[in-house]
């Protein structure tokens, strides 16, 4: 597609199940990366995926957060036994390649609420 | 580690007068810099970038900004801003360089609230 398609763009869930967040990145991108934005909070980085490379999961909160990026193209983020303060925007991004130069293109985000 | 500081959560401005998004970086090595706009109910948007070169970099809708090394600090201006450029903005550094080195660092966001 012409951007970075996220699905859903809304969830709402109960505390306790898990979700499945996706991001379709741009066509060729082989760089992905998902970013969460909690009000008053800014953008906090979850993850980082670069080609074959093995992934940057350095921003990940906790172990009930994973992502995948299958065939170095669309990625899932699985938010496992949900909590109320995961509650937040998820957005993905994707750039043509790896390191400081290349420019990040966003998605709109998924917003999850836990209730 | 790198690190952002937006120094004001929220600014609010006149119409046709001037605006300065305050933006400041931790950083041991050198940086790229972004500003980045996210409209409401839309995704973030690249504003304008230093890479290199010249500090003074400027956008297509009026938007300038100027990397100062020495004060480590990459402030963002608009000498008259309009009701449309309400929206949030944030700064955002990273290294330059490959591999896991590539992810972008986000301040947590100055919202720009430009009245009639």
């Known amino acids: 597609g012409a951007g970075v398609s996220q699905s859903p763009s809304n969830k709402v869930t109960e505390k306790g199940k898990d979700v499945e967040l996706r991001c379709d990145p741009i066509?060729?991108?082989?760089?992905l990366y998902w970013y969460r934005q909690s009000l008053g909070q800014g953008l906090e980085f979850l993850i980082y995926?670069?080609?074959?490379?093995?992934?940057?999961k350095s921003g990940l909160p906790s172990d009930r957060f994973s992502a995948e990026r299958t065939g170095g193209s669309v990625s899932t983020l699985t938010i496992q036994r949900t909590q109320q303060e995961d509650s937040a925007v998820y957005l993905c991004?994707?750039?043509?390649?790896?390191?400081?130069?290349?420019?990040?293109?966003f998605g709109e985000g998924s917003r999850l609420t836990v209730l | 580690a790198q690190s952002v500081t937006q120094l004001d959560s929220q600014v609010p401005v006149f119409e046709e007068a001037p605006v300065e998004l305050r933006c400041n970086y931790s950083?041991?090595?050198?940086?790229?810099l972004f500003w980045y706009v996210q409209y409401p109910n839309q995704g973030l948007q690249l504003l304008l970038k230093?890479?290199?070169?010249?500090?003074l970099v400027e956008s297509i809708n009026g938007f300038e900004a100027e990397f100062n090394k020495s004060q480590t600090s990459f402030h963002l201006r608009k000498p008259s801003v309009h009701i449309s450029d309400t929206a949030e903005y944030f700064c955002?550094?990273?290294?330059?360089?490959?591999?896991?080195?590539?992810?972008?660092?986000f301040g947590q966001g100055t919202t720009l609230q430009v009245k009639p």
């Open positions: 991004a994707s750039s043509l390649g790896a390191g400081g130069l290349w420019e990040l293109f």
């Open positions: 066509s060729g991108h082989t760089a």
């Open positions: 995926f670069q080609g074959n490379s093995a992934p940057d």
């Open positions: 950083s041991s090595v050198s940086v790229y």
């Open positions: 230093y890479l290199s070169g010249s500090t």
């Open positions: 955002a550094v990273r290294t330059p360089g490959s591999g896991n080195t590539g992810k972008l660092i």
